[in-house]
């Protein structure tokens, strides 16, 4: 058996797009996982219905705190007395002072409680508050 006359392949066999194709799918499950829980991480409440709502452009250095009909605090989705809700915006104002509110407050909750919200963000220097409300269909 002669090796004679025999030559190596020299065209372009291709380029493997395997481990590239696993990191694409990969990153969308990533983005995909982020989004999920990006969404669920909103207490539901049955917010007023407003007609001159406006949804913020910019919701930089924004937080959630929010209100249930049963004058719950909370901040995000952590359920918190009124000293810990103090204590939570204290350590967020020590590390950035330009941060904003989001005040979700449930349709019956009593504006008492609203009120003492305004009062812990008033005393740890934060006055910029955004009342979260459904917009109207009117």
Do not use: W
Request: proline fraction near 2%.
């Amino acid at each position: 058996m002669s090796l004679k006359g025999y030559k190596l392949p020299t065209g372009d066999e291709g380029f493997d797009l395997t481990p590239m194709i696993d990191v694409v799918f990969l990153l969308i499950v990533f983005f995909m996982t982020v989004a999920s829980a990006l969404t669920t991480n909103k207490l539901e409440l049955n917010l007023a219905v407003a007609e001159e709502s406006a949804i913020p452009k910019d919701i930089k250095d924004r937080f959630t705190v929010s209100v249930d009909n049963e004058g719950g605090f909370f901040f995000g989705v952590e359920e918190l007395n009124e000293q810990q809700l103090s204590d939570r915006l204290a350590k967020v104002v020590a590390t950035n002072t330009n941060i904003k509110i989001v005040l979700r407050a449930g349709r019956m909750a009593e504006h008492q409680h609203v009120n003492k919200v305004l009062t812990v963000c008033a005393a740890n220097g934060i006055n910029d508050i955004i009342f979260a409300t459904y917009q109207s269909d009117l």
